[in-house]
């Protein structure tokens, strides 16, 4: 099915455990995304990757790094994790500005 | 900087009532318009969209109309359905440059039966 794929879905983490979240696309788009949802807050951007080879920070980058693989794959990488990274995480891609964002389903982040 | 305030949710409404979830925005540009949903335990579909002044986005029985000179894209439905309980979103995105979509923070939608 055409769209885009994070894994894992759940995952829960001690305080200071490191963990990359995958985010795959197949609908060749050029933009990819991360955010995080949690409540109260709506949606922020932790980074974005307008094309293959470049990323740029978003509005709460901090304690996270990203890696944009190739055209298709977009990874999150907590190095050290805290409580306050609890939160469900988004991968979103891009075709034509126009057009909007293609979500994937969400991984569910609980670090204790 | 660009921004899109929602009203405050959760709003709660009898199946078959009107629906009017409110939307302005602040652009330095001309921006393309959004609307998405998201429902329990889901990721975010985009549910109708406007490019420019005066166009109306529709689907699923949702409208809303760009309005340039309230700065505004209300989202409305004529009649709501249990199945329309989500949480939806008003975005925009600007239409020159790389920028992303800026969210707002979201509506929560509940119709009981």
């Known amino acids: 099915n055409a769209g885009v794929t994070q894994t894992p879905k759940f995952q829960v983490l001690k305080t200071g455990q490191s963990m990359t979240l995958q985010c795959a696309q197949d609908?060749?788009?050029?933009?990819m995304y991360w955010y995080r949802q949690d409540p109260g807050m709506g949606l922020r951007l932790i980074y974005y990757?307008?094309?293959?080879?470049?990323?740029d920070k978003g509005e709460v980058p901090n304690g996270y790094n990203v890696s944009r693989l190739n055209k298709r794959e977009f990874s999150l990488r907590l190095e050290s994790a805290a409580p306050s990274q609890t939160s469900v995480y988004f991968c979103?891609?891009?075709?034509?500005?126009?057009?909007?964002?293609?979500f994937g389903s969400g991984t569910r982040l609980t670090v204790v | 900087g660009d921004s899109v305030t929602q009203m405050e949710g959760p709003v709660t409404l009898s199946e078959e009532a009107f629906l009017t979830i409110n939307c302005t925005y602040t652009?330095?540009?001309?921006?393309?318009l959004f609307w998405y949903v998201q429902y329990p335990g889901e990721g975010l579909q985009l549910l109708l969209k406007?490019?420019?002044?005066?166009d109306k986005g529709s689907n699923k029985g949702f409208e809303a109309t760009y309005r340039k000179e309230t700065t505004s894209f209300h989202l409305e439905k004529g009649s709501v359905q249990v199945s329309d309980s989500a949480v939806y979103f008003c975005?925009?995105?600007?239409?020159?440059?790389?920028?992303?979509?800026?969210f707002g923070k979201g509506t929560r939608l509940s119709v009981i039966a």
């Open positions: 979103a891609s891009s075709g034509d500005r126009g057009y909007g964002y293609t």
């Open positions: 609908m060749n788009h050029n933009s």
């Open positions: 990757s307008a094309s293959e080879g470049t990323t």
């Open positions: 652009a330095t540009g001309y921006p393309s």
């Open positions: 406007a490019t420019k002044a005066d």
């Open positions: 975005a925009l995105n600007l239409n020159s440059g790389n920028t992303p979509l800026v």
